[in-house]
């Protein structure tokens, strides 16, 4: 059973990011929108299960919890937090497994291009999003289209559909293919 030990808030008001002193999970980032999506996860069923959740994301050692616009987190958030704690961490569930969509894509991918947006993503780009209780998957690269899915807070968050995606596109442009075009799926 893990202990929250920090909780905070992230650019999207809409989402909050809970810090845990042990991981729910290794390197596995898991999402889920909808409360049918998580029937099958003891966690997100949970959290879902508390009422006005949108959308339930978490790896490692954090879980970030989207609310309804009209729900209020002062009486969302001791309630959120009473599935969180009854968690089972990594170390409990005996289960080490680890696996991160866009980093096995890469490691299966002949694509020189894949392995190094990879790394550019996992130095430049992953440790930010997740700081702000989010991620980013790739979906897939075809020719100079790359397809990406945000995740947890940055899923519905305004500036990843804008600045973020932009400074990503930029960044991708200039260290791996001039030509390339990135695509949030």
Not at 110 to 134: A, C, H, Q, W
């Amino acid at each position: 059973m893990p202990k929250i030990s920090d909780i905070q808030e992230t650019p999207n008001p809409n989402a909050v990011k809970f810090i845990l002193r042990e991981p729910v999970t290794s390197g596995v980032a898991r999402q889920f929108g909808s409360s049918d999506q998580a029937q099958s996860d003891d966690l997100a069923k949970s959290l879902f299960d508390v009422g006005s959740v949108v959308s339930v994301f978490y790896m490692d050692n954090m879980v970030t919890v989207e609310k309804e616009d009209a729900a209020d987190w002062d009486e969302l958030l001791p309630t959120l937090a009473v599935p969180i704690r009854a968690a089972q961490s990594v170390a409990a569930s005996g289960n080490g497994a680890s696996a991160i969509g866009g980093a096995i894509a890469a490691v299966t991918s002949d694509d020189p291009r894949l392995l190094r947006i990879n790394e550019i993503l996992d130095e430049k780009v992953r440790p930010y999003l997740m700081g702000d209780g989010g991620y980013l998957e790739i979906l897939d690269l075809s020719d100079h289209t790359l397809k990406i899915r945000y995740q947890g807070a940055c899923g519905s968050c305004p500036s990843s559909l804008t600045g973020t995606l932009m400074a990503i596109e930029g960044m991708l442009k200039e260290q791996v293919d001039p030509d390339l075009e990135v695509i949030v799926v």
